[in-house]
């Protein structure tokens, strides 16, 4: 191999050495540009693990269950203030209509699993049985 081919080689190596070397600097950056843009974006802390830096547990709302006034006022009076979809309408007589012809244990069947156009708890996913309960006494006592 003359000097010229010989030089050129040596070149090439370099040239090659250094692409690879910029594309590994390069992919580590890629990389952790990657697992900064898919990271959680929160995280769960237990209370007493020491892990999350000490932080404390957000406090529990306390106040114990709602009145069945306030879950009609703010869950039910959607559909049953209007009667929307067949909901029997509030004030009326069409909730006593159904505890005579159904019963309790059938219209809390209903409140808690759905029925017709009702879908499982209403809109109040996060009420308790009796919180259900105590709503559809409010909606009898307001008939």
Do not use: W
Request: proline share 3%; glycine share 12%.
């Amino acid at each position: 191999m003359n000097k010229f081919a010989a030089k050129a080689v040596k070149a090439l190596c370099a040239l090659g050495l250094g692409f690879a070397l910029a594309n590994s600097v390069q992919a580590a950056t890629d990389n952790e540009a990657i697992a900064e843009r898919i990271k959680p974006i929160g995280s769960v802390c237990i209370e007493g693990d020491e892990s999350c830096g000490g932080a404390a547990a957000a406090p529990v709302a306390a106040g114990g269950a709602r009145s069945g006034e306030s879950i009609y006022t703010g869950k039910c009076a959607a559909c049953h203030g209007t009667g929307v979809l067949g909901a029997p309408k509030f004030g009326t007589d069409e909730m006593t209509a159904r505890l005579d012809e159904k019963g309790m244990e059938t219209l809390m069947n209903h409140a808690l699993n759905g029925f017709n156009a009702m879908p499982p708890k209403g809109t109040c996913a996060d009420c308790s049985d009796d919180e259900i309960k105590s709503a559809i006494e409010y909606m009898l006592s307001g008939s």
